[in-house]
Nanobody, 115 residues
C-alpha cells in the first residue's frame, strides 16, 4: 500500500511559479507509474504528467514549455515545477501512483492563479 502526500500549492499571480512536491511512502515508488493530475472546479480530473517505469514520460499539451516534472528516487519524491502559470491552471493538483491495477491518490493540494 502506498501513501502520497502533496505540498506546495497556494495562491500565485498570473505568470508566477509554484513547486509542488509529492512524498511517497511504501515500496512502489520506483516500480509504479507516477504522476500528477489536476481537477478544476466543475471539470473532470485530467492528466498533467506521468513517469513510466521504463523511463518514458507522458505530458499533457498544456504542460509544454511551462511545467517540468522530476523525481528524487532516493527520497521517494515527485516534483512538479510550474512556471508561467495561467488562471486556467487553477485546480486541485493530485499526486498519483498506479501499480498492479490499483490507483493510489493523495488528498491534493490547491493551486489558485489569480491577480
Amino acid at each position: 500500500q502506498a501513501q502520497l502526500v502533496e505540498s506546495g500549492g497556494g495562491l500565485v499571480q498570473p505568470g508566477g511559479s509554484l513547486r509542488l512536491s509529492c512524498a511517497a511512502s511504501g515500496s512502489i515508488f520506483g516500480i509504479s507509474v507516477m504522476g500528477w493530475y489536476r481537477q478544476a472546479p466543475g471539470k473532470e480530473r485530467e492528466l498533467v504528467a506521468q513517469f513510466w517505469p521504463g523511463g518514458s514520460t507522458r505530458n499533457a499539451d498544456f504542460v509544454k514549455g511551462r511545467f517540468t516534472m522530476s523525481r528524487d528516487n532516493a527520497k521517494n519524491m515527485l516534483i512538479l515545477q510550474m512556471n508561467s502559470l495561467k488562471p486556467e491552471d487553477t485546480a486541485v493538483y493530485y499526486c498519483n501512483a498506479y501499480y498492479n491495477g490499483i490507483n493510489y491518490w493523495g488528498k491534493g493540494t490547491p493551486v489558485t492563479v489569480s491577480s
